[in-house]
């Protein structure tokens, strides 16, 4: 029975580490040629790019595909209380049908009357019939390495999985097709009044005529599912992948742009749409561009604002990557560079703000936009509210000054209510001098770049008072501000150990087992190279860092590159089996810096909180206490 359808630290390199990489060459002791090029300057070597089509890019003829064409009789429509009462399956390929199985099964509960009505099987016909564990591994070694077809697949799907589940097998992922989902784009309401199966089969002709029987409803299936392959092979549509594109709701304007991944790199890079007047409307990434950016115009889009980007788009520039880091550099460097409308990320590094501790005889926090001299810097930071926040647990901790504008050592002024609280020194009317506020600075400079222990050590204290008050809010709001300190200090000290590294080599494998390799210097990619499987990459580092790009060292955490450019680039070292090939200085974190605190608080706003013993407490009818 169906229902109706509905709509590290790492501070030296490996000296064995090029040997390890270069693996066994190719009988032909062919060099290996770059995919792309790098980040800052061109290929190394300046050979142009190649890289076999990929089957995604070739497609599968349907002619070629076998396809399981499957119907169920159930003893009901849900998967959690029904189950199978009867299978059947027509294995088809090329036209030709290659086999049939059908089967009964026995269910563990008893067949609804009704349902006994709709199907004609009753309990006695089922009394005798193969359990449902004894049928399952038939049916999926009959179905295996097919494509599954049904009408209406997520009932037949749905059903097949629990089953396959309660004996005991993984959940198994087919690749599928549903002819009702097809119908729906190619029959129109003038050729049948519905897209039910008995509906389909009568405007098809087929030879079995539905009866909710399993093996005459696959037969009819099947019957159906060479009558669309029929039409859509008049609209183009020869392929498995066109298939799937094609069932997606797409609207005929935007169907008809698809050429514009005409020509377009099939493997790594990024991709620029741009509107009539060349204006970059959006910027992305893909592993393989010309797959990515068909699906724009072939698969339905659930974003407005993408739909409308689409719309716009008259053109799609393309650049070939030699490997995934390369092409997610470059897309931020081009996104920071156009600004493109339809991006929401990346769109203004510019707008990070740092917490930056002036250079003068009596320091204080200056909230800054940007990091250009030797100072201490604590950041960056996405937004002023956290800046804010994180300012103020170090100002708990440390009593810094909070006055605005410039303190000379000679010159005398009333001090702030801050000073008679015990929150500051006062240098300003001189109970400090330059030598004792210099150990406040001191301290302040010392849980940026590297132990936060004092920090959290007040903010905790400052948390324990007020939770024993039931203050749950105001200690939430200290827990937030320590939080926001740590990580911005962790952040700002990953950032300066990757940015002070003069030149870093790097070995990523691909799954082809060849490497992608990267040049960073301060900071900043410089060089990109992705070397084929089976060829000696040495060659290939001397390349790369030979025509990589000059960087001149910048004070600030990150000087040479984007911050984002740079965390990426961390992330990227940080992978799976990514190897350090040379390095030129060290690269290390310190030992009790704010990395390993950051960790502690990673998952802090997803645990049960204070703020959640406050709304516990306002449940209760208790009013909060400031």
């Excluded at 350090?580 to 997803?606: F, K």
Aim: hydrophobic content about 40%; glycine content about 8%.
């Amino acid at each position: 029975m169906r229902p109706d359808p509905a709509p590290a630290d790492r501070s030296t390199a490996d000296a064995g580490i090029l040997a390890g990489l270069a693996g066994a060459t190719n009988p032909a002791g062919e060099a290996a040629r770059p995919r792309g090029g790098p980040a800052g300057a061109g290929a190394a070597g300046g050979l142009p790019g190649h890289r076999q089509t990929s089957l995604d890019d070739l497609g599968r003829p349907l002619s070629d595909l076998t396809f399981v064409v499957v119907d169920l009789e159930t003893t009901g429509t849900s998967v959690a209380t029904g189950e199978i009462t009867e299978i059947g399956a027509v294995r088809v390929r090329g036209g030709e049908v290659l086999a049939e199985m059908s089967t009964l099964v026995r269910p563990s509960v008893g067949i609804p009357p009704m349902v006994s009505v709709i199907t004609g099987i009753t309990d006695a016909m089922v009394a005798t019939a193969p359990a449902e564990a004894e049928v399952v591994p038939t049916f999926l070694e009959f179905a295996r390495g097919a494509v599954l077809v049904a009408h209406n697949a997520p009932f037949d799907l749905g059903f097949l999985r629990a089953a396959a589940q309660r004996c005991g097998y993984p959940p198994p992922v087919w690749e599928h097709l549903d002819t009702l989902r097809i119908a729906r784009r190619v029959v129109s309401r003038d050729e049948a009044p519905d897209c039910r199966l008995a509906s389909l089969a009568r405007l098809f002709r087929s030879s079995t005529e539905p009866c909710h029987r399993a093996l005459a409803d696959a037969r009819a299936t099947v019957d159906v599912l060479h009558g669309l392959f029929d039409r859509l092979g008049n609209a183009g549509v020869r392929t498995l992948e066109e298939l799937h594109e094609y069932s997606a709701r797409v609207s005929p304007a935007q169907r008809r742009k698809r050429y514009l991944a005409d020509g377009l790199p099939t493997g790594p890079g990024v991709y620029i749409f741009r509107d009539a007047d060349g204006r970059a409307l959006y910027v992305g990434t893909s592993r393989s561009v010309r797959s990515r950016v068909r699906t724009y115009f072939t698969a339905s889009e659930p974003r407005t604002r993408m739909a409308e980007m689409v719309a716009l788009a008259e053109r799609v520039d393309a650049i070939g990557c030699a490997h995934a880091l390369e092409a997610e550099v470059r897309e931020l460097r081009l996104i920071a560079e156009h600004k493109p409308p339809y991006n929401r990320r990346s769109r203004f590094p510019e707008r990070t703000v740092y917490l930056k501790l002036t250079d003068e005889p009596f320091p204080r926090l200056s909230r800054v936009r940007a990091a250009r001299d030797g100072a201490t810097y604590l950041g960056p930071f996405a937004s002023t509210r956290g800046a804010d926040d994180a300012a103020d647990a170090l100002l708990a901790a440390v009593p810094l000054r909070q006055c605005a504008g410039r303190l000379s050592p000679r010159a005398r002024r009333p001090a702030c209510a801050l000073a008679d609280l015990g929150r500051c020194g006062a240098p300003c009317d001189g109970r400090e001098d330059v030598a004792a506020y210099a150990r406040h600075v001191a301290a302040a400079r010392a849980a940026i770049t590297g132990d936060p222990g004092p920090v959290i050590a007040a903010s905790t204290r400052h948390i324990d008072r007020l939770a024993g008050e039931r203050r749950y809010e105001d200690a939430a709001v200290h827990r937030d501000r320590m939080v926001a300190f740590v990580r911005a200090a962790a952040r700002g000290q990953r950032l300066a150990a990757l940015t002070r590294v003069p030149q870093l080599v790097a070995a990523a494998p691909t799954a082809q087992a060849g490497w992608d390799l990267a040049v960073v210097r301060h900071g900043r990619l410089v060089s990109a190279v992705s070397v084929a499987p089976g060829v000696d990459p040495r060659p290939w580092v001397d390349a790369a860092v030979a025509s990589a790009e000059t960087v001149q060292p910048q004070p600030g955490p990150a000087p040479c590159a984007s911050v984002e450019e740079t965390e990426r680039i961390a992330r990227w070292l940080a992978g799976s089996g990514v190897r350090l090939v040379r390095i030129d200085g060290e690269w290390s974190w310190p030992a009790a810096g704010a990395t390993r605190d950051a960790l502690r608080y990673a998952d802090v706003h997803r645990s049960p909180d204070l703020s959640e013993q406050a709304a516990g407490r306002r449940a209760e009818g208790e009013r909060p206490r400031r």
